[in-house]
């Protein structure tokens, strides 16, 4: 690729930064890393939640089209709104899961599951989304990942990453396939799963609606048993971004 659109790379903060190889000990130096690919100044880095607590997110993003909005409103050049994303539906969700239930980690171990394709199945992976052509594995000795691509819906995939050893266990979710009720697909993915704590990032591009979260503590919110301790909504080029961290209220 030598004329890229727009870049994202993302990744939730390390709980051991210092085991990691370098650059990847600091989100700062990943970031000085990708700028020397993407020259111009088109590059930006974020980090989205608290970054002197326990969860953040960090997001690099790289857009030509917010190049090209500088040098028309250098030029005097009119509208730089008019410069859109190619993808003017694109919509990109992420669930981050940490402290999962190891009741259902079960599935995720070899010795008590035969193939990836039963994991996938009495997980109740392959029910989340519908018309999904999935490949999917299981690790020795546990661990699983699949990635599915839409029969029905061009470019739409979905995946799922899942470390389910009790000490640092968690799963990422991740689908581009667009969904009229969000709030009920965050649902059904934490259930499946029942984490301590979870991050979502939802990108939508510009314009189009994004998901609202209550931001009350102290009521049941739509998740029953989870409040959201942080919430942010950010507008990048071309995209609204909303950032949220959920709790499991203590039982
Ligand atoms: C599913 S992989 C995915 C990791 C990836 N960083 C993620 O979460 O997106 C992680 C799980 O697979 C297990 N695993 C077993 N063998 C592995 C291998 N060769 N490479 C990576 N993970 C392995 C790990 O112990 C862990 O439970």
């Known amino acids: 690729f030598d004329n890229v659109q727009d870049l994202f790379y993302s990744r939730k903060n390390f709980k051991r930064p210092e085991l990691q190889r370098t650059p990847h000990r600091s989100f700062q130096e990943e970031a000085e890393i990708l700028n020397q690919f993407f020259p111009g100044k088109g590059g930006r880095a974020y980090c989205l939640g608290s970054f002197n607590g326990d969860d ?44 999962v239930d190891p009741k259902k980690m079960v599935n995720f171990y070899k010795e008590n599951c035969p193939s990836a394709s039963e994991a996938t199945k009495v997980s109740g992976i392959g029910n989340l989304i519908p ?58 993915v934490v259930k499946l799963f029942g984490p301590k704590q979870f991050v979502v990032t939802f990108f939508s591009s510009e314009g189009k609606p994004f998901i609202e979260f209550e931001e009350d503590q102290t009521e049941r919110s739509y998740y029953d048993d989870y409040y959201v301790e942080d919430l942010q909504v950010c507008r990048l080029p071309g995209y609204d971004l909303t950032y949220a961290l959920f709790n499991r209220f203590p039982s």
């Open 131 to 188: 018309g999904m052509t999935i490949d999917d594995f299981l690790f020795d000795p546990c661990g699983y990942s699949m990635n599915g691509v839409s029969k029905t819906v061009p470019g739409g995939y979905m995946t799922i990453h899942v470390t389910p050893e009790p000490e640092f266990s968690y799963v990422s979710f991740e689908t581009n396939i667009h969904h009229k009720n969000y709030k009920d697909l965050i649902k059904r």
């Open 56 to 99: 953040c997110w960090y997001l690099y993003y790289f857009s030509a089209a917010s190049i090209k909005r500088k040098l028309m409103a250098r030029q005097n050049l009119p509208s730089n709104r008019s410069i859109k994303s190619k993808n003017e539906n694109d919509q990109t969700l992420e669930v981050l899961m940490t402290g």
